[in-house]
């Protein structure tokens, strides 16, 4: 499969470099000539020696090799950035040649010497890998002079396996460019480092520039800087409109050009039409950071989008970022910076927010305030035409004020990044995300078991679920989740106790506990006791705890220690309904003086106070916090969230195993050879779905192709009796349309079924095992491949239950899928059978993890039934639809 770039497409790819800054990456054309022979005419004597091995003239002829690249015995990329002028200027060339030996190609790179030392040679190094690889090229040479410590550094930690020979005063090196594990690793360091750099100057400015501030009151423009005012920003902020006036008292200017100071960030607030000159101005006096408050871009139409991508251009080719366009702004706590048109401020805390809707921004962060939450960052991406939540994530990650991170999501750029970076934030930081735009709607018609049981919401929980993502459901359950998570220790277990002066209340609570995954487990004997001897005779001193309705802040004060103490015991909910003989507010003040005497702050607790009057948030104030909830049963499903992070966290991170016996390059043939000679959309012959499953050691019961009832004989008698006798129709449901006929004991039996069924059937031997199973993968067109493991045989769809992982698997991902829910039932035995072979199972899952991912033109597998017994397991059928793989046009590499 070659990408757009190694077929010969002019497509343009962006990178980012070590400083936050961007560079974009393309093709040259022959039209770039003089262009080429300018950018080697600047460079210094001595980066043309290194280049080159000496100093030759620099003529159309010899940049003409670079030109036009066909990716099969050339490859080039050039990186550009824009002139003042608005002219193109090429500041970075690499490229290989394709040597005589079929798998090797020798490359070079040069890098304007005012830009070297920023990552640009590793960024190219990278791109032109990818696209070499594509073309069937597996190793790099480069013959580099040993006083080019810059290029010799790069080889060195670009991440690929390398080695170096020195000769005749030059040192080859040799590059294996196949993307391993610890390559993977490097570029994701490098792109962590970059973006978290390329996003300072929107939460720690120095200076703001508002363009379109107007003087008047109530222009989006104007509101937005007296934010900025009223918020105390401790840098410098300057309004910007066409007449230059003042406004709220700071003078003002009639271009960002004329503000006597640098800019670090520009927040335009102008119509949709005049942003791309705004935004120009900006960009030609250094500013690296905008924010595009104004609508009239992707969001109204084919014309709107014309105009976003010019603006992503035009930011790319000055090497900056972009929040928008049509979003809500942003905030930072670290400078008091409210560059939104927000009704009030954000309170400052832990939470960075990001959300996709400006409109569900405003009402997730008035809700979130009512609640005492409080913000390290908001971002309004809007359109996200560059700045996107995967960035945000990257940013925050080291981001020492940020604890808790919460996104609202409509749609996903590049979910398999998410994936990536989530899961190692969430080793260290919760995410809490809310997905809109989710629904039965979105279930693709299919025609396999396996892509009969996704659907796009699946591909999100699964997502969701690999990476440590905590998914809430509603708008009430994201800011109850935030509420706990910003203010409570972290959750061990899922044990948890509730104490209440009502019986009714505790059952409820109960109930909603078991529901969200909890358990309420038994007070330990010495718990119990402690809590009789300050209790009634008539209280229940068991789990729920009911302290009666006559109880007083006196008992919530003396019990919550006890509980709290019990190591039975993960997490507290206290319940409280005023009766008769106490108050609110009084039983408020038990709870809090109870918590802030806690020896220690280890566990969470949570309170809900049912009362007509006064806020029970602020009634619980204290030196330690205490997460509110207006009822028992929001305050269990926020816990049962934090559960499952909890069991996520102690889950194995697991790890991508090296398997042998794969051979993707017969697998790449087998399926380019079907494509070719057929439609672009088919299901695989019998032999050549049964050899694309052998490249990648899926094991496979044996099987004879039959043309007709006497050759059917013949194979049954090979194979020995009983057999199945198959029709090999590519595709076919067998059981469904009768094509598949089980347990056949002699030739006459077998001629009779292959008449039957007829045309060409498949004969395999009859097996028996421990449970039926199925595994297969969809290819979803956003998130790739996924692979699907559950209950199989004839009632796979009626049983369900199959569970989903997003390709690749880890050995983790592999095991979970094997060993939980009902499919973990029948692997362990069901009904008294033996255990299935729980290795043999997890292998052939990540075997078929590496088969969807390295072929993108699997659009549907079906491995069903999969026979697992004590000592291995084997697909008995299998269905195999391929497609030619989508091409991607998103140019951002990171």
């Known amino acids: 499969m070659l990408s757009p770039m190694a077929t010969g497409g002019n497509r343009e790819r962006d990178v980012i470099l070590r400083d936050g800054t961007t560079l974009r990456l393309r093709p040259p054309t022959p039209a770039d000539s003089t262009a080429v022979i300018a950018f080697f005419e600047r460079l210094s004597p001595e980066s043309v020696h290194r280049r080159f091995h ?18 099969a015995d050339t490859g080039a990329l050039v990186g550009t950035l824009a002139e003042a002028d608005e002219r193109e200027r090429i500041v970075a060339l690499a490229s290989y040649v394709h040597l005589r ?27 032109l890998a990818e696209s070499a690889a594509a073309s069937g090229i597996d190793s790099f040479v480069a013959e580099v002079l040993p006083e080019n410590r810059k290029m010799l550094n790069v080889f060195a930690e670009a991440g690929f396996q390398t080695s170096r020979h020195l000769e005749d005063g030059v040192v080859e090196v040799r590059l294996a460019i196949a993307p391993t594990a610890v390559y993977r690793e490097q570029v994701e360091l490098r792109d962590h480092v970059a973006v978290a750099a390329s996003l300072a100057p929107f939460f720690r400015p120095r200076s703001v520039a508002v363009v379109g501030a107007s003087s008047r009151r109530g ?16 840098g410098a902020a300057f309004p910007v409109n066409r007449g230059g006036a003042p406004v709220a008292g700071v003078k003002g200017y009639a271009s960002v050009a004329a503000i006597p100071d640098p800019v670090d960030l520009t927040v335009i607030c102008v119509p949709g039409a005049a942003v791309i000159a705004a935004a120009r101005e900006a960009l030609e006096t250094g500013c690296r950071a905008l924010v595009v408050i104004s609508a009239g871009f992707a969001e109204v139409g084919s014309e709107g989008g014309a105009r976003q991508r010019e603006l992503l251009a ?52 008035e809700a979130a305030a009512n609640r005492g939450l409080g913000f390290s960052g908001f971002a309004s991406i809007g359109n996200k035409a560059d700045v996107s939540s995967n960035d945000l994530l990257e940013y925050w990650e080291d981001d020492e004020e940020t604890s808790l991170v919460l996104l609202y999501l409509e749609s996903f750029g590049n979910p398999r990044k998410f994936g990536r970076i ?36 699946t591909a999100v929980e699964t997502l969701f679920r690999q990476a440590g993502v905590i998914r809430a459901r509603s708008l009430g359950e ?10 409570q220790p972290a959750l061990r277990g899922h044990r948890v106790a509730v104490l209440t002066n009502a019986g009714g209340l505790g059952i409820l609570c109960a109930d909603a506990c078991e529901a969200a995954g909890l358990e309420l487990p038994h007070l330990t004997p010495e718990t119990e006791a402690a809590l009789r001897s300050v209790l009634p005779r008539e209280a229940s001193i068991s789990n729920p705890v009911d302290l009666l309705g006559s109880a007083t802040e006196v008992a919530y004060e003396a019990c919550i220690p006890l509980v709290a103490a019990d190591p039975n015991v993960d997490a507290l909910i206290v319940l409280f309904v005023p009766p008769v003989v106490a108050g609110a507010e009084e039983v408020a003040g038990g709870i809090r003086r109870a918590v802030d005497a806690l020896p220690f702050h280890d566990k969470p607790i949570l309170a ?13 104030e204290g030196d330690r916090p205490i997460a509110t909830f207006a009822y028992p049963e929001s305050a269990a499903r926020a816990l049962g969230r934090a559960a499952e992070r909890a069991a996520w966290l102690r889950r194995p991170a697991g790890s ?12 790449r043939a087998i399926v380019g050879d079907a494509l070719s000679h057929g439609s672009d959309d088919l299901w695989l012959p019998s032999p050549a779905a049964r050899a694309l499953l052998s490249a990648y050691g899926i094991p496979l019961v044996p099987e004879r192709d039959a043309a007709d009832p006497a050759a059917a004989a013949t194979a049954a008698s090979e194979l020995g009796f009983p057999v199945v006798v198959k029709t090999a129709v590519p595709g076919a449901h067998k059981t469904e349309s009768g094509g598949v006929a089980l347990n056949l004991a002699t030739e006459d039996e077998v001629r009779a079924a292959a008449a039957r069924i007829g045309g060409p059937v498949v004969v395999q031997r009859m097996l028996d095992g421990s449970a039926e199973l199925l595994a297969g993968v969809v290819q979803d067109p956003l998130f790739g491949p996924l692979v699907a493991f559950g209950p199989g045989g004839t009632y796979a769809e009626l049983i369900g239950q199959a569970q989903f992982r997003i390709a690749p698997l880890t050995d983790a991902d592999a095991d979970e899928l094997v060993l939980t829910g009902k499919t973990g039932k029948l692997v362990a035995g069901f009904r008294g059978k033996p255990a299935a072979d729980t290795d043999a199972l997890a292998e052939l899952l990540l075997r078929l993890s590496r088969l969807a991912d390295d072929l993108p033109e699997v659009a549907e597998l079906d491995l069903n039934p999969i026979v697992a017994g004590p000592d291995g397991c084997v697909a008995v059928d299998w269905r195999i639809r391929v497609r030619p793989a989508r091409e991607t046009t998103r140019t951002k590499t990171w």
């Open 608 to 620: 809900s106070i049912i009362s007509a009057g006064g806020n029970p948030r602020s009634l619980l």
């Open 656 to 667: 991508s195993p090296e398997l042998d016996g794969i051979d993707p390059t017969r697998a």
């Open 101 to 127: 030996h079929a798998s090797t190609a020798e490359a070079a790179f040069a890098v304007a010497d005012e830009l070297q030392g920023r990552g640009i040679g590793t960024r190219l190094l990278e791109q």
């Open 422 to 457: 989530a899961r190692r934030v969430a080793r260290r930081k919760p995410i809490l995300a809310m997905k809109a735009g989710v629904s039965a709607a979105g279930q693709r018609a299919a025609s396999s078991h396996t892509a009969a049981l996704a659907s796009s919401d």
């Open 478 to 487: 994201l800011v109850d989740v935030a509420a706990l998570l910003s203010s």
């Open 219 to 234: 222009t989006i423009g104007g509101e937005l800087f007296r934010n900025i005012l009223e918020g105390d920003f401790t």
């Open 314 to 365: 035009l930011v790319r080719a000055h090497g900056a970022r972009l929040i928008g366009p049509n979003c809500l702004g942003i905030s930072s706590s670290a400078v008091r910076l409210n560059a939104t048109f927000a009704p009030r401020a954000l309170p400052s805390g832990p939470i960075g927010f990001s959300s996709q809707s400006g409109a569900l921004g405003l009402a997730l962060l």
């Open 54 to 71: 000496g100093v030759p003239r620099i003529t159309p002829r010899l940049v003409a090799p670079f030109l036009d690249p066909d990716w």
